[in-house]
């Protein structure tokens, strides 16, 4: 039997400004910062990770802010949108709190279903919000600027652009456990571990789409949530198998990641669910101070001199 993956574990993305994110991210979406670090591999980089009241797995959203890289180029190869997933009935809410801080948002749409409103984040990532029922793991963050029950939920799918489909879907469908859903508008839908709410992947094919390019508003990789070490190496094997080419286990503190390319060149990573955010910080404090992983404590006066200062959220309720 194919293993499977249960759902996205988080997205990274790539954005300018830290504060201009902060103020969006936590300020007008109302998700929890709950871990402020470094990138690992380039220590004078923040790495910050947004999530629901505790950080639950599947909520988390996180940056690299780069503000001097060049803008993303939209293209094949790259994930281009994060649909979110809120309560039913709360687009009425959110189409007024976009207003009121001037977010840039497209017309509502339905999808598969389900009432969305697409928009876009301050550094031109392409977002959107999905009305869904569905059951998830969820916990509110009561101190948000947003009433717990229009809070985001996390993500809802993730939304691929592809030269060609076939090889993509057959490596996804042969090594990870996705199955086809159906298609609408272009959009071709799989999930995942019976699907639902965060179980979702959508891929539109482009085949004389030029190429894509990381760079600010862009999805850096996808992150699928494995349960455990000994599950991560199962699934690292079967992707290996699928003809792919999986890194080894790498510590990331808060969970444990393979990377691995598909074959259209989307960045994908297997993440454990554990150890979690709360291993190195109390849930009522998450997130307020910058906390490196014990192999970088060494050199946190050089690495905190090379950030810049963040302030708390400037846009509250
Ligand atoms: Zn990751």
Redesign the pocket.
């Known amino acids: 039997m194919t293993p499977s993956v249960h759902g996205v574990?988080?997205?990274?993305v790539i954005c300018g400004h830290p504060q201009e994110n902060l103020d969006f991210y936590a300020g007008v979406l109302g998700l929890r910062l709950v871990k402020r670090t470094v990138n690992q591999d380039v220590p004078d980089t923040y790495h910050l990770f947004y999530a629901d009241g505790v950080g639950t797995p599947g909520t988390d959203l996180?940056f690299f802010p780069w503000p001097q890289m060049a803008p993303a180029r939209y293209g094949v190869g790259l994930a281009v949108e994060i649909p979110l997933a809120i309560p039913v009935g709360s687009l009425p809410y959110w189409e007024s709190r976009f207003e009121m801080h001037g977010v840039a948002r497209g017309e509502p749409e339905t999808r598969f279903g389900e009432a969305t409103l697409p928009f876009r984040d301050p550094h031109g990532l392409e977002l959107a919000l999905v009305e869904t029922d569905d059951e998830r793991s969820w916990t509110p963050w009561q101190a948000g600027p947003v009433p717990a029950d229009h809070q985001i939920r996390g993500m809802h799918a993730v939304r691929l652009l592809e030269r060609e489909l076939t090889p993509t879907a057959e490596a996804l469908e042969a090594s990870m456990g996705f199955e086809p859903f159906g298609e609408e508008a272009g959009w071709h839908r799989w999930v995942v571990d019976g699907g639902g709410s965060g179980r979702i992947i959508e891929m539109r094919q482009q085949p004389a789409g030029s190429r894509g390019a990381w760079g600010t508003g862009s999805v850096?990789?996808v992150?699928w949530r494995v349960a455990d070490d000994e599950e991560e190496m199962t699934l690292r094997a079967s992707v290996r198998d699928a003809g792919l080419r999986p890194t080894a286990p790498i510590d990331?503190f808060w969970?444990r990641?393979v990377?691995f390319r598909e074959p259209g060149g989307v960045l994908l990573?297997l993440?454990t669910d554990g150890p979690g955010f709360l291993r190195d910080e109390a849930l009522e404090s998450l997130g307020e101070t910058l906390i490196l992983p014990p192999w970088l404590e060494a050199r946190r006066d050089e690495i905190e001199s090379a950030l810049p200062p963040l302030e708390s959220p400037t846009s509250a309720a």
């Open positions: 574990h988080h997205v990274t996180t850096h990789h992150a990331r969970f990641s990377y990573e993440a």
